[in-house]
């Protein structure tokens, strides 16, 4: 098992920035795939991006392509989200997931056993 603490949300205009970051603790990160979901009040959670355990392989939802940047320091046991551009329609709760002892990645939401308790973001137009 994994534990998962994100940071760095907040309320930013539209057209900002900011960076996520997904601390993790236990053995399965480093050999682990990881994601980002983010859901909005009233909606479902959605996959964002997820990227495999070697940082080799990345995947975004389409809304986000050219905008976002997920990256993982293994050495750190750490996962980030560089969210550029941003918009109303991003704002959500952002949580990270991983799979566990499972090194590719997934856009699937029930394929990742561990979960972050989410960070807000909020984009005002």
């Known amino acids: 098992q994994v534990q998962l603490v994100e940071s760095g949300g907040g309320l930013v205009q539209a057209g900002g920035s900011l960076k996520l970051a997904c601390t993790a603790s236990?053995?399965?990160?480093?050999?682990?795939?990881m994601g980002w979901f983010r859901q909005a009040p009233g909606k479902e959670r959605e996959f964002v991006a997820t990227?495999?355990?070697?940082?080799?392989?990345?995947w975004y939802v389409d809304s986000v392509k050219g905008r976002f940047i997920v990256s993982r320091d293994n050495a750190k046991n750490t996962l980030y989200l560089q969210m550029n551009s941003l918009q109303p329609e991003d704002t959500a709760n952002y949580y990270c997931?991983?799979?566990?002892?499972?090194?590719?990645?997934?856009?699937?939401?029930?394929?990742?056993?561990?979960w972050g308790q989410g960070t807000q973001v909020t984009v005002s137009s």
């Open positions: 997931a991983a799979r566990q002892f499972v090194a590719t990645p997934s856009k699937t939401l029930s394929d990742y056993g561990d």
């Open positions: 236990g053995r399965t990160f480093s050999t682990s795939a």
């Open positions: 990227i495999s355990w070697s940082g080799d392989t990345t």
